[in-house]
């Protein structure tokens, strides 16, 4: 199937917001996390074939966030401990086996400083429910939209009965198989009209996402405080897919295609390695993101060599 070319550089403006929100201070922090984490479940929903068979679908997803998450977790492991020179005596087996298996804030009990690895295996997970949800609603798309009713209602007193970062960071649930229902379900009944309009209602939703953002307060995927937060964020989501659709930005492409590259290695880079250079922060953050280009690049040419 042909790659979607906005989809992509959505992504790219994704990752650059999170690699922001993760090492940027600023007012403005609380509104990349109201949507930046929404924006790739809506993307996933959005993208999805629903004709696909479910075992089919889930193998797709295991290859495309669980090898990834055991191949970047060896690789954060690994750098983590050699930096700290703890290979010999301070890698306790149980631990980390058991961040491994849980993710969530279990990561951060071993010496590996990679937390945001805990979206991949949640990722599989929330695949699983939302495709079932599809599954179940085909045909009948009004138990996806029920559906995506429900779990928003539910998110707060999900997240007040399961705080912080239990395993698999489960308390995000809620939120992220919405966003993926939603993003399925634009994809389907998205108004012509809104379609073509698109380009001119990308500023004043990205306005109104900003303003409904900074009402709500503080709020992300694993911290929804109001079911406001899911207007916020698709006000923001609709505003960035309809700039991104309209953009011809191969470096934009192509770290949305190497997302996972930049995702999971945006840690270490920017903890030890921008600020070990002494760059300035802007600076530091292109010098960042040319160095992680290098390990995307490489994974590009192995893929294109296949």
Not at 49 to 55: D, F, I, K, M
């Amino acid at each position: 199937m042909k790659r979607n070319s906005g989809a992509d550089i959505a992504r790219g403006i994704g990752i650059i917001l999170v690699v922001i929100g993760h090492f940027y201070a600023g007012d403005w922090i609380n509104y990349i996390f109201s949507f930046h984490m929404p924006l790739f479940f809506f993307l996933s929903g959005y993208l999805t074939n629903e004709e696909a068979p479910y075992l089919r679908f889930l193998g797709r997803r295991a290859k495309s966030s669980l090898i990834p998450y055991t191949a970047l977790f060896i690789i954060s492991l690994a750098l983590e401990n050699v930096r700290l020179f703890y290979l010999k005596n301070a890698i306790d087996p149980f631990l980390t086996l058991r961040a491994f298996a849980l993710s969530g804030g279990y990561l951060n009990d071993i010496p590996l400083n990679n937390f945001p690895l805990w979206y991949l295996p949640h990722y599989f997970v929330a695949s699983a429910v939302f495709f079932a949800i599809v599954k179940l609603s085909k045909g009948r798309d009004w138990i996806s939209a029920l559906s995506a009713a429900i779990l928003i209602a539910i998110s707060v007193p999900v997240q007040e009965l399961v705080p912080g970062r239990p395993a698999l960071h489960i308390n995000a649930l809620p939120a992220s198989v919405t966003f993926m229902l939603i993003g399925h379900l634009w994809k389907k009944y998205e108004p012509e009209g809104i379609k073509k309009a698109a380009p001119y209602l990308a500023l004043p939703a990205l306005v109104a996402g900003y303003a409904i953002s900074n009402f709500v307060g503080w709020a992300h995927v694993a911290h929804v405080v109001s079911p406001l937060y899911y207007l916020a964020a698709a006000c923001s989501i609709f505003g960035v897919l309809s700039i991104s659709e309209r953009l011809d930005s191969p470096v934009l492409g192509f770290i949305g295609r190497n997302t996972v590259v930049f995702y999971g290695l945006h840690m270490f880079v920017f903890t030890h390695v921008v600020p070990a250079s002494g760059l300035p922060p802007v600076l530091g953050f292109f010098a960042g993101m040319a160095a992680l280009a290098i390990p995307a690049g490489a994974r590009a040419l192995i893929k294109s060599s296949r």
